[in-house]
């Protein structure tokens, strides 16, 4: 049967040749991604949107980031409560594919005293003006400020620790007319500056008004799922050691934006943003370790709602660990519920803890390759 006009190929371009473009594109992978998503996330009151459309805040324009998914967390997972905190997952996600590996440099040690992954948005501040309680002798120290990641206890949390290896740079593999492997950096400008620009709008669009007294808390986990090999680079001993792993968390080291546009209090360390890149085949056991410790997360900012919501509290001690976050009282004899201004002290709970790349008589030796298998992140 002869074709239709629609359906006639020109230019000599043929059925197979068709088929080629397509799996060299990615869409497959973006499809095979989104349907993979979808799956880990039944059971929730999940969305998932392709070619999410954002507006780059520098430069004003648009772009499309592959995959937008967002789902709430909790028991009531998004229904009507009396809590004035809902929480929720929001997953921004690009996918890449490439028979050439993506090359890691990674390191044990992180760029910044403290953790704050993943990126939250939507409530009032990232910082809660504290008073700590001690339940030893009932008595009140002085004022000081915690991360909303501290008062949720994210330092207890695998998943927001430090998981996977740390990709301090990221590189691509890549082959010129034929010749020797050769390393560039082009993965910044089309997964690192897009994932952050993407995260940055989404941030703004969270925002909440002045006048609310509920909020949505949203965790934002920015990822990438790559179908390729995936290479670390570790130097160990004097010698680069090669490590296949399929999942690793990268760092992005940003200028500190100015005082009067912090949301929190800056630090020392910079402002230091992380992702996560994970293989295609992973992906299913990298949402289920999000998805458990978010829970958790969760659970908790709903039983710290009021703190949260009025960005104040009374945090209750016990041996040098917060075990309860409370509001703070009308009755209470030593505080004024408004205007509390603790900035002048900082507390952070959060150390960086390092991820064991190997132990050295694992490595087996320069030139060859070990590598991270699911069981090595607590799958």
């Known amino acids: 049967m002869k074709p239709p006009p629609h359906a006639k190929l020109l230019a000599g371009v043929t059925n197979e040749d068709i088929v080629e473009a397509v799996a060299k594109s990615g ?17 929730y009151n999940a969305s998932i949107q392709e070619e999410w459309g954002f507006v780059d805040a520098e430069s004003g324009e648009t772009r499309a980031l592959d995959i937008y998914a967002h789902t709430p967390l ?26 050439l590996p993506y090359i890691f440099f990674l390191r044990e040690n992180y760029p ?26 009932d ?6 400020q915690i991360s909303i990641h501290d008062a949720l ?3 207890n949390l695998p998943f927001c620790k430090a998981p996977a290896p740390l990709a301090i740079s990221i590189a691509k593999a890549s082959r010129k007319g034929g010749g020797k492997l050769e390393i560039s950096g082009e993965p ?12 940055d709008h989404l941030k703004l669009v969270l925002q909440p008004s002045r006048d609310r007294n509920e909020f949505n808390l949203h965790f934002i986990v920015g990822l990438v799922v790559i179908d390729a090999p995936m290479v670390g680079v570790y130097l160990h001993a004097g010698t680069h050691e090669l490590l296949s792993t399929p999942w690793v968390r990268a760092c992005r080291i940003d200028a500190e934006e100015p005082l009067e546009k912090h949301s929190r209090a800056p630090t020392d360390d ?3 943003r992380y992702y996560d890149i994970v293989h295609s085949s992973f992906l299913s056991e990298y949402l289920k370790l999000a998805l458990r410790d978010l829970e958790t997360a969760s659970n908790r900012a709903i039983e710290m709602a009021d703190v949260i919501a009025d960005g104040q509290g009374i945090a209750r001690i016990h041996r040098s660990t917060i075990f309860e976050f409370i509001p703070i009282p009308d009755s209470y004899p030593h505080i004024s519920n408004s205007g509390i201004d603790s900035r002048g002290a900082r507390i952070a709970l ?6 064991n790349l190997a132990h050295p008589d694992q490595y087996p030796g320069s030139g060859c390759m070990h590598w991270l298998l699911p069981e090595d992140f607590g799958v």
């Open 153 to 155: 206890m994210h330092h």
């Open 350 to 355: 959060t150390v960086p803890p390092i991820f």
């Open 188 to 199: 910044y400008r089309s997964i690192t500056f897009p994932l952050m620009k993407a995260i």
């Open 74 to 99: 909790g028991p009531s997972r998004g229904k009507s409560t009396e809590s004035r905190i809902t929480p929720w997952l929001n997953l921004l996600v690009e996918c890449k594919h490439s028979e």
């Open 270 to 272: 910079g402002n230091v």
């Open 27 to 43: 869409y497959p992978l973006q499809a095979a991604i989104a349907d993979g998503i979808i799956k880990s996330l039944h059971g």
């Open 112 to 137: 910044a005293e403290v953790i704050y992954y993943p990126e939250i948005a939507g409530i009032p501040s990232l910082d809660i003006n504290t008073f700590l309680e001690s339940a030893e002798t």
């Open 139 to 144: 008595s009140t120290v002085v004022p000081c």
